[in-house]
């Protein structure tokens, strides 16, 4: 049951019909193309996609973070069959819930200035450089609030709902990232679902598919590739932009190559390439917009890494970190550590731990506790050469 619940695996025909007979429900209710929607309560402990459902998804996340200032351990964790029945629902084509009906009465100019307000706040403290918006994290869970006590008020017109309705798409996935980052990975799934939920009523369907990514980047990052490449099969099968597929087919690349599927890997990262250089005539949606050749590159080279194709791996690693803008450091520390996985699987211990060194000072002076867990992650690979240059020193520093 561990297996099927929390790691996303898929039960077979047969313990699908034990399972639907331990629940006393009828044997033909029991499809094994539909796991794990036929379930009861598949979707238990989140908010299920529809009309409004944006303010109780978002206020779940508010109170997730509310328990754990208060040191409660009440979060509950978000299953992978809740989320893939919640993916699932999202990938129905034609499933987008309706437009917000005007309320009696026009908005006031006021409301109206509230909004600008918003946003002009929000663009503010998005764009900074990323260690200033690791410091500022407390001024958008503000902003977020703001935004869902206006959506529960309903009284901004349908032009005026839209608007709110992107506002916390993008803040609910600020939001989250910082508590990926700093591994708070309840609440960062629960702010995301928010964001999901505000896509679906606002019926931008890239937005959502950027959404279910970045839960399925989660997936991967906890070990969990099979449920990762689940959520990024079914975002695909709804997403428009050949930018956002093309990120969408490199993570689920990722994703297979740590499960071994070496043929669906190379196909993913052919289809990732195509994509990236296809002409389109809307622009890039603005959760992918920084995806460029660097990132293919370099998560190119660590799923062919995971396949075990090291020269190649390191190779396209290395050409993709130096393509990288500076602008770009949390991303940076990232690539550097992979850079010395690599030097690691070359046997050359001294070059793994100058760039994990450089990738742990990096992640030290931002302030992001996600790259250093990458750093501390590589140490025991470093036990096989404990008198390498800079091992030591670095083996020290990780563990302080």
């Known amino acids: 049951m561990w297996k099927w619940e929390v790691e996303g695996v898929k039960p077979d025909a047969a313990s699908q019909a034990y399972i639907a007979e331990a629940l006393g429900l009828p044997a033909e209710v029991a499809d094994p193309q539909t796991w794990p929607h036929w379930l009861p309560g598949a979707t238990a402990g989140v908010v299920e996609l529809g009309p409004a459902s944006t303010v109780p998804a978002l206020r779940e996340a508010f109170q997730a973070t509310m328990d754990h200032t208060r040191r409660r351990v009440v979060v509950s964790a978000v299953s992978s069959t809740a989320l893939l029945a919640l993916a699932g629902t999202w990938a129905q084509p034609g499933n987008t819930a309706a437009a917000q009906d005007e309320p009696s009465g026009d908005a006031s100019l006021a409301d109206g200035d509230e909004i600008d307000r918003l946003e002009q706040a929000t663009t503010l403290f998005t764009s900074q450089a990323t260690e200033n918006r690791m410091r500022t994290i407390s001024v958008l869970e503000a902003l977020l609030q703001s935004v869902t006590d206006l959506l529960e008020e309903r009284r901004h017109g349908t032009r005026g709902m839209a608007r709110l309705h992107a506002l916390a798409a993008r803040l609910a996935s600020e939001v989250g990232w910082h508590r990926?980052?700093?591994?708070?990975?309840?609440?960062?799934?629960?702010?995301?679902?928010?964001?999901?939920?505000?896509?679906?009523?606002?019926?931008?369907?890239?937005?959502?598919?950027?959404?279910?990514?970045?839960l399925a980047y989660q997936a991967s990052w906890r070990n969990r590739p099979k449920t990762a490449a689940d959520l990024l099969r079914r975002a695909l099968s709804r997403a428009r932009h050949p930018v956002a597929q093309s990120l969408l087919q490199l993570r689920l690349a990722r994703a297979l190559?740590?499960?071994?599927?070496?043929?669906?890997?190379?196909?993913?990262?052919?289809?990732?390439?195509?994509?990236?250089?296809?002409?389109?005539?809307?622009?890039?949606?603005?959760?992918?917009?920084?995806?460029?050749?660097a990132d293919l590159a370099v998560d190119s080279g660590q799923a062919l890494l995971d396949l075990g194709d090291t020269r190649r791996a390191h190779q396209l690693i290395r050409e993709g970190q130096a393509e990288l803008p500076a602008s770009r450091v949390k991303t940076l520390g990232?690539?550097?550590?992979?850079?010395?996985?690599?030097?690691?699987?070359?046997?050359?211990?001294?070059?793994?731990?100058?760039?994990?060194?450089?990738?742990?000072?990096?992640?030290?002076?931002?302030?992001?506790?996600?790259?250093?867990?990458?750093?501390?992650?590589?140490?025991?690979?470093?036990?096989?050469?404990?008198?390498?240059?800079?091992?030591?020193?670095?083996?020290a520093r990780a563990a302080a």
């Open 257 to 293: 190559a740590v499960l071994g599927d070496r043929q669906g890997t190379l196909r993913a990262l052919a289809a990732a390439d195509k994509l990236l250089s296809m002409p389109a005539a809307d622009p890039v949606p603005s959760w992918c917009s920084w995806h460029s050749t």
């Open 334 to 395: 990232v690539f550097t550590t992979y850079q010395a996985r690599s030097y690691l699987e070359l046997g050359e211990p001294e070059r793994a731990a100058a760039a994990a060194t450089e990738a742990l000072d990096l992640a030290l002076r931002i302030g992001a506790p996600r790259c250093v867990t990458l750093v501390r992650e590589l140490a025991p690979r470093f036990g096989k050469f404990p008198n390498a240059q800079g091992v030591p020193e670095l083996l």
């Open 180 to 214: 990926f980052d700093v591994s708070r990975h309840e609440e960062a799934a629960r702010y995301w679902i928010g964001g999901l939920h505000s896509t679906h009523e606002l019926g931008d369907i890239d937005a959502g598919a950027g959404l279910l990514s970045d």
